[in-house]
């Protein structure tokens, strides 16, 4: 058995199969006395008063998180994909947002929109775009949108790093040859650009799914699901069932749910990415 195949065993298949196996059983106070329950936790977790809410908020959150870690990336890698002075310099500065832990990146931003110390609020004040403090992440109107633009601002380095990766491999004799052919930026795009890079994008949005899904730690440092439940997603149901409720069954069923369901994502963006690599 290969290293990588005993690595994937042992750090993703066990905890998965053993959380699935969990999700059938009623746990009280963490893992103490259980009983198998069958499908109450699954039927009970989606009964959840909060369920609703996380769903909805998660949606929000990846199809936004998605776009935003998508598009921008791929725009910002065709920019620099030319030789220019300092070149280095702008990709080693632009990945220091992706390198810095998650926990310092937020606690720095949390510090950064606090509404009377900050600096954000400080700037906006001086410039005269508003009067009065605002409480970015204490006002339901703005929490939302503040984690996904910084949610953004960590993963895109990594995004343009990939595209432009995988840009570097089409030869800039082509580029020349369609410009000499009179092809447009648009042509140059959807005829040479999206075919050769087609198998990152799939592999990068699928990548900025699972980030973009699994990213409890920046939404929980800066608001903990609040205000008003505004920021609250499905990591944190789970958080909560588990660790605040001690209902590790229901945790685990809602777990499993969400597993199975990126597990499915990545077999089909699996057969994307070798389909176009093959061709």
Known sequence: MAPLTIIVAVFLLYPFVKGFILSFFETKYGFGSMSFSGLKNFISIVKEEKFGVA??????????????????????????????????????????????PVVGFSMMWK??????????????????????????????????????????????????????SALSVIPKELYEAMRIDGASPKKILSNLILPIAGPMISFMTFLGIVWTFSNYSLIYILTKGGPNYSTYTVPILIYEKAFSEFQVGQSMALASMVGTLLI??????????FKKVEV
């Open 55 to 100: 769903i909805k908020n998660s949606m929000i959150w990846v199809v936004f998180g998605l776009i935003l870690n998508t598009v921008f990336p791929m725009g910002i890698a065709i920019l620099i994909n030319r030789d220019f002075v300092g070149k280095k310099v702008c990709m080693g500065a632009m990945l220091i947002s992706w390198m810095t």
């Open 111 to 164: 510090w950064l929109l606090e509404p009377q110390l900050g600096i954000v609020n400080k700037i906006l004040k001086n410039v005269g775009l508003i009067e009065n403090s605002i409480n970015f992440l204490g006002d339901s109107k703005w929490a939302l949108g503040i984690c996904i633009f910084l949610n953004f601002l960590q993963f895109f380095p990594f995004g343009v790093l990939l595209m432009s």
């Open 264 to 273: 499915a994502l990545g077999i089909l963006f699996g057969k994307s990415f």
